[in-house]
């Protein structure tokens, strides 16, 4: 099983749908990154929580760190939304710094 | 403007010619790290450097060297590439204290091994 675990893995939406990724990871943390990668592209931090809400945009994440889970929510989705979202999570003990990646969920969004 | 920068973006090499991919970033981060990317398996660490001449094996560091000389150039080393090391290869790096500060990715190198 592995440590970081993200449904749906495949998501298609039409524009203007509300949309919710979701992670839950069962090791120890410090920290969770959102990240998005857009086809053929690189890589782009949305997010780090340890704790609560965060929202930015039309972005919003949330973490539970007793229930070890964290939805990222997307609204009023938009085509460029279109992207694989990577959940992340910083092991706890860090002192490598160490990041433990789900195998992300990739998002369509449809006009 | 702060970044990480791969080079190259796309290579295509044979089987066994030693090359190489660097990574450079401007913001003066301690914390640099290389991560290979596959479908059905996401990111996985390679190598990591806690700071100058500090480097260290990730999850799959077969066939793979790295070396932190300064502090702002992270390469990555393939002496004899083999066709299972074809991947999306990403740098990151960030400060000391990544609970605070977060990562920087770079841009991405696409490598195919013939």
């Known amino acids: 099983k592995n440590e970081v675990e993200q449904s749906p893995q495949n998501l298609t939406a039409q524009e203007g749908e509300f949309i919710t990724i979701n992670c839950s990871y069962s090791?120890?943390?410090?920290?969770l990154h959102w990240l998005q990668q857009h086809p053929g592209g690189g890589i782009v931090s949305l997010f780090m929580?340890?704790?609560g809400k965060k929202k930015h945009g039309r972005l919003i994440a949330t973490i539970n760190i007793q229930e070890k889970h964290s939805s990222l929510h997307i609204t009023a989705s938009h085509p460029r939304d279109s992207a694989v979202y990577i959940c992340?999570?910083?092991?706890?003990?860090?002192?490598?710094?160490?990041?433990?990646f789900g195998t992300g969920t990739l998002l369509a969004v449809q006009p | 403007e702060a970044q990480v920068t791969q080079n190259p973006r796309y290579l295509i090499t044979v089987t066994g010619k030693k090359l190489t991919v660097t990574c450079s970033q401007n913001?003066?981060?301690?914390?640099m790290s290389w991560y290979r990317q596959d479908p059905g398996l996401g990111l996985r660490q390679i190598y990591y450097?806690?700071?100058?001449?500090?480097?260290d094996k990730g999850d799959v560091p077969e066939g793979y060297k790295v070396s932190r000389k300064e502090k702002r150039n992270f390469p990555l080393i393939l002496e004899s590439p083999s066709p299972n090391q074809t991947s999306l290869y990403f740098c990151?790096?960030?400060?000391?204290?990544?609970?605070?500060?977060?990562?920087?990715f770079g841009s991405g190198t696409r490598l195919t091994v013939v």
């Open positions: 990151a790096s960030s400060l000391r204290d990544s609970l605070n500060y977060g990562y920087t």
């Open positions: 090791v120890g943390i410090s920290a």
């Open positions: 929580l340890s704790s």
């Open positions: 992340a999570v910083l092991n706890y003990g860090g002192a490598t710094n160490k990041l433990i």
């Open positions: 913001m003066n981060h301690e914390y």
């Open positions: 450097s806690m700071n100058v001449e500090v480097t």
